[in-house]
T-cell receptor, first 113, second 114 residues
Framework: DSGVTQTPKHLITATGQRVTLRCSPR?????VYWYQQSLDQGLQFLIQ???????AKGNILERFSAQQFPDLHSELNLSSLELGDSALYFC????????????FGPGTRLTVT | AQKVTQAQTEISVVEKEDVTLDCVYE???????LFWYKQPPSGELVFLIR??????QNEISGRYSWNFQKSTSSFNFTITASQVVDSAVYFC???????????FGTGTRLKVLA
């Protein structure tokens, strides 16, 4: 158990809808990273937050947004969902602003029908 | 550009065979970290090992061993006497100092048959 929690574990929704994925980092960690694992793109970095501020962006679609709240939990919002957004979404956390030592949560499996 | 290549998409072995999973990486940075993760059917990412670019010592942990060679930009993973429970997808990954975002390989699916 990495200490990173993600909810929900599974999510099934229809095209065009909007969903929110939640991540709680390990106690004391200030950075949160989001990754997407899809069949065609593999595991890819989406975005990183540190202490509430966006720090790095990867291949994140404009339909996707994220934020990190004062209590350090983070939410990834996915809107206008398409079939291709079906994927496993991982959150990771670290203490520093950018660290090789990231701890991964169990993931949220999103299915868009 | 930074890249991780796992050329083996899928490997099948019979239990008790040894198996090596290949990983080749590309980076211009001199400080970087290499990782192996295991993803069992349940989906979570299980951390196996981290190596920094200044430590080329090979490592052994039980039935697992890793061979890091900077000269060939490779970080290969060997499972000795494989077991059915080793069946999973294995990912090699790279982080360079300054970016701190994982670059994952495409993974190698290992099937260990009883």
């Amino acid at each position: 158990d990495s200490g990173v929690t993600q909810t929900p574990k599974h999510l099934i929704t229809a095209t065009g809808q909007r969903v929110t994925l939640r991540c709680s980092p390990r106690s004391g960690d200030l950075s949160v990273y989001w990754y997407q694992q899809s069949l065609d793109q593999g595991l890819q970095f989406l975005i990183q937050y540190y202490n509430g501020e966006e720090r790095a962006k990867g291949n994140i679609l404009e339909r996707f947004s994220a934020q990190q709240f004062p209590d350090l939990h983070s939410e990834l919002n996915l809107s206008s969902l398409e079939l291709g957004d079906s994927a496993l979404y991982f959150c990771a956390s670290s203490f520093q602003d950018g660290s090789y030592e990231q701890y991964f949560g169990p993931g949220t499996r999103l299915t868009v029908t | 550009a930074q890249k991780v290549t796992q050329a083996q998409t899928e490997i099948s072995v019979v239990e008790k065979e040894d198996v090596t999973l290949d990983c080749v990486y590309e980076t211009r940075d001199t400080t970087y970290y290499l990782f192996w993760y295991k993803q069992p059917p349940s989906g979570e990412l299980v951390f196996l090992i981290r190596r920094n670019s200044f430590d080329e010592q090979n490592e052994i942990s039980g039935r697992y061993s890793w061979n890091f060679q900077k000269s060939t930009s490779s970080f290969n993973f060997t499972i000795t006497a494989s077991q059915v429970v080793d069946s999973a997808v294995y990912f090699c990954a790279l982080i360079t100092s300054g970016t701190y975002k994982y670059i994952f390989g495409t993974g190698t699916r290992l099937k260990v048959l009883a």
